[in-house]
């Protein structure tokens, strides 16, 4: 890389700084070619079809570049047609091989359909496909919704259908399903009411609380309950190391989502995508957190009836301000580690399918306080590794026991303590405006204050 020519280094930085520019990407996917870069090429030309399905230019390259060989010098080079070829090769040599070479031309010895129908169930397709050959329904569905320029882009972004969990299957948490009917659903039910009240069928609400608790469990739920299409949304999803990326990324998720509605937007991981403005450093970063200001001021247009946007976070202190004032997040939602009813569903759930004997869920449920759902599957997991093993030394077959299980929740120390040890800090000298008023309400409930 430190060799190449000067003119394919300033190609570069041109195509860094206009992604977007495809017969400036091509022109640079051509040079890298007659200099014997075959790969980079491929990379270049990959990139340009992304953006581009339909550019004749682009695929004319990306074919050549498939099947031409690294360095240009090769007897058998006269397949693909290459004029420079026959001057360098004698002609004497070349007679021989010349009547069989126009038989098999490059157009069709190579078959895309066929070549991607063959490795199809082994690795996922290398480049993207057009438009018209979209590999599966999940990402056909935002293509037909669009008919825009930019559908290329917006088919890398999953939105699930409407499936059929609700918040009944979410065991227990009354407070939590009583807080998201007031939010939500009751609104939805009531369209005569909702008028009446200048009731609107959008808004944001943030969940906050313990790390595996459930959050993204109930905004699913949630989403069941709407009838809605579900678009989950990670940091990996939405930052880019290019500059631009990060925000056009966030945007083209909402106008996604828009689209797509009734749709709950559920951003995942809130801190590392809204993260305090004033604590980061990365210009970068801070034109993301803006960006997603601007979408959810967008959520309050007419335009955008039926997008919802939850969003869950375990550190809600470290979300920037401006996106839990009234308009945006302007709801919280405290999802605490699962209640009694919660456990018992849980630990049965998690042990279903397991051998177990005389389980006595009631005093398991009574020992587990505060466990969260992910240290309630853990613990079942540890009771039925010590039974195997047991097992398997004695070569003697056991069930799951009591005793199995009680020893398991003895050795699990819930992960949920590091977390309200922090939070105290947070709601008793941090809590301004109340924002943690009912996280308050808990602690001096279980007398940790």
């Known amino acids: 890389m430190s060799h190449e020519s000067p003119l394919i280094h300033s190609l570069r930085t041109a195509v860094a700084a206009a992604p977007d520019d495809v017969p400036l990407r091509v022109h640079l996917a051509g040079l890298l070619l007659d200099a014997g870069r075959a ?20 695929r004319a390259l990306m074919m050549r570049a498939m099947g031409s060989p690294a360095s240009p010098p090769a007897p058998v080079t006269p397949v693909p047609a290459v004029a420079p070829v026959p001057a360098v090769t004698p002609v004497t040599q070349a007679a021989p091989a010349s009547p069989p070479a126009p038989a098999p031309s490059v157009p069709p010895p190579f078959d895309w359909k066929s070549a991607e129908q063959e490795v199809g169930d082994a690795v996922p397709p290398r480049f993207v496909a057009p438009a018209d050959a979209a590999p599966g329904p999940a990402r056909e569905d935002p293509l037909s919704a669009d008919g825009g320029g930019d559908a290329g882009s917006v088919s890398a972004w999953d939105v699930d259908a409407p499936g059929a969990l609700r918040l009944a299957d979410v065991g227990g948490m009354r407070e939590v399903k009583e807080r998201l009917e007031a939010a939500f659903l009751a609104p939805l039910r009531n369209p005569e009411l909702r008028r009446l009240f200048g009731k609107s069928l959008r808004g944001g609400l943030l969940l906050y609380g313990p790390p595996g608790c459930g959050k993204t469990f109930i905004a699913r739920a949630v989403a069941g309950e709407l009838g809605a299409n579900f678009l989950s949304v990670s940091v990996n999803d939405v930052l880019d190391m290019w500059t631009g990326n990060s925000e056009r990324n966030m945007h083209e998720i909402f106008e996604t989502a828009r689209r797509q509605a009734p749709c709950v937007v559920f951003l995942d991981e809130l801190d590392a995508l809204g993260a305090k403005r004033s604590r980061t450093h990365h ?13 959810l001021d967008g959520v309050e247009s007419a335009a955008n009836e039926g997008v919802f946007v939850l969003a869950a976070t375990n550190v809600p202190w470290d979300v920037d301000l401006a996106l839990r004032r009234p308009g945006r997040l302007d709801r919280t939602l405290l999802v605490l580690p699962p209640d009694a009813p919660a456990r018992e569903a849980i630990l049965r759930y998690h042990l279903r399918d397991r051998p177990i ?24 997991e540890s009771a039925s590794e010590t039974a195997l093993l047991d ?17 398991a929740a003895k050795a699990v120390r819930p992960s949920t303590e590091p977390w309200f040890a922090t939070a105290r800090n947070v709601a008793m000298f941090a809590n301004e405006g109340g924002a943690y008023d009912d996280l308050l309400a808990h602690l001096k409930r279980k007398r940790k204050l």
Do not use: W, Y
């Open 39 to 58: 790969e980079e090429a491929v990379a270049e030309a990959a990139v340009a079809l992304q953006r581009a399905p339909g550019d004749g230019d682009a």
């Open 283 to 295: 210009s970068g970063m801070r034109n993301t957190v803006n960006q997603l200001l601007t979408e």
């Open 391 to 407: 097992s398997a030394r004695t070569g003697t077959v056991r069930m799951i026991n009591m005793a199995d299980l009680l020893a």
């Open 357 to 380: 004997e005389s389980v006595d869920l009631g005093k398991l449920v009574k020992i587990t306080e505060e466990f969260s759902g992910a240290d309630l599957a853990h613990l079942c």
